[in-house]
T-cell receptor, first 112, second 116 residues
Framework: GENVEQHPSTLSVQEGDSAVIKCTYS??????FPWYKQELGKRPQLIID?????GEKKDQRIAVTLNKTAKHFSLHITETQPEDSAVYFC???????????FGSGTKLNVKP | GAVVSQHPSRVICKSGTSVKIECRSL??????MFWYRQFPKKSLMLMAT?????????EQGVEKDKFLINHASLTLSTLTVTSAHPEDSSFYIC????????????FGPGTRLTVL
């Protein structure tokens, strides 16, 4: 099955700096890669996603890049704000979308 | 749109009792619903995938007789934790996939189960 690894487990940045979270996956058949933000005690919320036919996608301060050959994808947050502080999870789906495999999560702390 | 509700949000029960958790897609039809378990400060662990009208597919290591899943309609899936024990205490989250927009899954708010 799919194995998704995520790094780092914790990340502390100063407000205004950029944050990068990286994930790798093992199944070359995976073709959809969402990123979720989860605040304490709340449900995960989709913040951005990318499909395998695209190399990069951007939405305001958030961007995701995908390298299919190397089987890794990254989340980039620019101009970080304290409200970006949360746990971020990457995920990858099997080719038929029947299973979503999650990374271990990154706790992002943005210091004001 | 794409709202998923979960009930109850919190439940405390005695060891040996059974607890049912409901997951509903409120404004869309979900052919597939997923059940996850999340331990404190840990990632989401997929327990099972349920498709409407068919048996759930359980992940390795998840006891299907202990975690009964029913997906009777396109908007409702239930997870029953049978003969609950303290080690079953956890945060259980469901998600649902819109059958039209097949990629994204929408999460419920979760259920905090505490077994005494």
């Amino acid at each position: 099955g799919e194995n998704v690894e995520q790094h780092p487990s914790t990340l502390s940045v100063q407000e205004g700096d950029s944050a990068v979270i990286k994930c790798t996956y093992s199944d070359s058949a995976s073709n959809y890669f969402p990123w979720y933000k989860q605040e304490l005690g709340k449900r995960p919320q989709l913040i951005i996603d990318i499909r395998s036919n695209v190399g990069e996608k951007k939405d305001q301060r958030i961007a995701v890049t995908l390298n299919k050959t190397a089987k890794h994808f990254s989340l980039h947050i620019t101009e970080t704000q304290p409200e970006d502080s949360a746990v971020y999870f990457c995920a990858a789906t099997s080719y038929n979308f029947n299973k979503f495999y999650f990374g271990s999560g990154t706790k992002l702390n943005v210091k004001p | 749109g794409a709202v998923v509700s979960q009930h109850p949000s919190r439940v405390i029960c005695k060891s040996g009792t059974s607890v049912k958790i409901e997951c509903r897609s409120l404004d869309f039809q979900a052919t597939t619903m997923f059940w996850y378990r999340q331990f404190p400060k840990k990632s989401l662990m997929l327990m099972a995938t349920s498709n409407e009208g068919s048996k759930a597919t359980y992940e390795q290591g998840v006891e299907k007789d202990k975690f009964l899943i029913n997906h009777a309609s396109l908007t409702l899936s239930t997870l029953t934790v049978t003969s609950a024990h303290p080690e079953d205490s956890s945060f259980y989250i469901c998600s649902a996939r819109d059958q039209i927009s097949r990629d994204e899954q929408f999460f419920g708010p979760g259920t905090r189960l505490t077994v005494l």
